[in-house]
């Protein structure tokens, strides 16, 4: 049962470009998304997040988008460092619950 | 800056062996939680724990688990008797508060092998 669902496993992009990492979602009660990155012998960490009732949301070079009609949100990091490559995940929250689910993950390499 | 540990960073058990994962949460956290992620799936909820007291657990969290708060600092994980699903990686988090917007801060894991 995946309620959050990251179609790609993995993605590569030179650096410089736009990452753009996507992922969908089933549970029309999660009105809470994050984004983790995790490097390898690391522990997630927060990234950014975003409210149900906002569609976008900026911390520098990261902006996550969300189309809740689709229920589809994405990760746009512009420009890609090298330094970004690691796996991320999304999650979500809601329906009467602080624990995020979250999909399986996403691993970006972005080439020098 | 502050930062949730975990030890040890990997543990090979036979099967039917007890295990105990240690964390050590941030110091001022209230709320903890532990997750795994078996390999190449994704991150699972186990259980969280707040005053003492288990708040919310999923339906992986059976009686083979437990958890513990024994002191200020640490909080530690129990599986009493390892199976080979067992296997996976074990992250560790707190966070100051349990809301909608607050943030979870995660341990590096502890990497669980069972022979």
């Known amino acids: 049962d995946q309620q959050v669902k990251q179609n790609s496993p993995s993605l590569s992009v030179q650096e410089g470009r736009i990452s753009i990492l996507n992922c969908d979602y089933t549970?029309?009660?999660?009105?809470?998304f994050l984004w983790y990155k995790k490097y390898p012998a690391e522990g997630p960490t927060f990234l950014i997040s975003?409210?149900?009732?906002?569609d976008k949301n900026e911390d520098g070079r990261f902006t996550v988008f969300l189309n809740k009609s689709a229920k589809h949100l994405s990760l746009h990091i512009v420009p890609s460092q090298p330094g970004d490559s690691a796996v991320y995940f999304c999650?979500?929250?809601?329906?009467?619950?602080?624990?995020?689910?979250f999909g399986r993950g996403t691993s970006l390499i972005v080439h020098p | 800056e502050p930062e949730v540990t975990q030890t040890p960073s990997h543990q090979v058990t036979q099967m039917g062996q007890e295990v105990i994962l240690r964390c050590v949460p941030i110091?001022?956290?209230?709320?903890f939680y532990w997750y795994r992620q078996i390999l190449g799936q994704k991150v699972e909820f186990l259980v969280s724990?707040?005053?003492?007291?288990?708040?919310?657990k999923s339906e992986i969290f059976d009686d083979q688990f437990s958890v513990e708060r024994p002191d200020g600092s640490n909080f530690t994980l129990k599986i009493r008797s390892t199976k080979l699903e067992d296997s996976a990686m074990y992250f560790c988090?707190?966070?100051?508060?349990?809301?909608?917007?607050?943030?979870?801060?995660f341990g590096p894991g502890t990497r669980l092998t069972v022979l």
């Open positions: 988090a707190s966070s100051a508060r349990m809301g909608i917007t607050d943030t979870q801060y």
């Open positions: 549970n029309s009660m999660f009105d809470y």
């Open positions: 724990f707040y005053n003492n007291e288990i708040s919310e």
């Open positions: 999650a979500a929250r809601g329906g009467g619950s602080y624990i995020p689910t």
């Open positions: 110091s001022n956290h209230l709320y």
């Open positions: 975003i409210s149900s009732i906002k």
